[in-house]
């Protein structure tokens, strides 16, 4: 008896280790998203879907309306133009065409025991708002690929996978090429089952990129099927101009970062 009482203070019990990893979502303020499209930009394979959330946040102007929360998110804040930022925000706001969009953008990427309840998270804050689409753009390394030179071979290749029939159909209809066979890990991966299981429209975009470093150039690709989906106008052309710039201005801050985080608490890997 006495043992199994150490054991139990010696030990977290299983409510407190699921508690370690909960996030939640903090509205700062009310913002109507019905029929809204959602971008989930959680960093992976060549920063692709960072690169995508900042550019949609600065390109419409969208408004900062809430933030995540988690134990084991890493222990910074984001200064941005003086501002001090969460790591993992939501912008959102409503186009000219009056379509209206919300991006969840993050600077890290999710260790591997948060990915289900990060993405679980997402998708019912976006199901509660009513809205009707969501993408998670994603990197992709293609095996085979020789390192591209010129600025035109610098257009890569992206696919796409739907959730469910009608996320296919909308691909089909843009002629976008979709994603046939293969592995989605992380939370494109998860949010596409997520999606399929409760029949709610979840597109995933892969475009390929570089694997060490990030990849302006295959963030510029999914933006333009991201345009495509949605029926609005994104001026990639800043993306393909600065691409050094952006990737080095990454790339900094990605030194910057890590000695940020305590090495005594767990720490999600920063960029991998």
């Known amino acids: 008896m006495y043992g199994n009482e150490m054991r139990k203070k010696s030990h977290p019990d299983e409510e407190e280790l699921m508690h370690l990893d909960d996030v939640e979502i903090i509205d700062f303020e009310e913002m109507d998203l019905s029929d809204a499209t959602v971008i989930a930009g959680f960093p992976s394979i060549g920063m692709v879907s960072t690169i995508v959330a900042n550019y949609l946040i600065d390109a419409f102007g969208l408004k900062q309306i809430g ?12 200064v941005h133009t003086g501002e ?3 790591p993992v925000r939501i912008y959102a706001g409503e186009l000219e065409s009056g379509e209206k969009i919300a991006v969840f953008v993050s600077e890290f990427r999710p260790k591997p025991n ?4 990060l993405s679980n998270t997402v998708i019912n804050w976006v199901r ?25 071979e610098n257009i890569v290749e992206a696919f796409a996978v739907g959730s469910t029939e009608n996320a296919r159909a909308v691909l089909r209809e843009r002629n976008i090429p979709q994603f046939k066979n293969g592995i989605i890990a992380g939370v494109s991966g998860v949010l596409l089952n997520i999606g399929k299981q409760a029949g709610f429209d979840v597109i995933s975009i892969l475009a390929e990129a570089h694997p060490n470093i990030p990849d302006a150039g295959a963030a510029a690709s999914a933006l333009k099927v991201i ?41 999600p890997s920063m960029y991998g």
């Not at 948060?114 to 309840?117: Q, V």
């Not at 689409?133 to 020789?146: K, R, Y």
């Not at 600065?242 to 720490?267: N, T, W, Y």
């Open 227 to 267: 345009a495509s989906i949605i029926g609005v106008e994104i001026n990639v052309g800043p993306l393909y101009d600065e691409a050094g710039r952006i990737e080095k201005q990454l790339q900094k801050f990605h030194k910057q970062a890590k000695p940020m985080v305590s090495d005594r608490v767990p720490q």
């Open 84 to 86: 001090p930022l969460s």
């Open 67 to 78: 933030a995540l929360s988690s134990a084991q998110f890493p222990a910074l804040s984001v």
């Open 128 to 152: 509660e708002k009513g809205c009707n689409l969501l993408i998670s753009p994603e990197g992709m390394v293609v095996e085979g690929e020789e390192d591209k030179s010129s600025e035109e």
């Open 114 to 117: 948060l990915i289900n309840s």
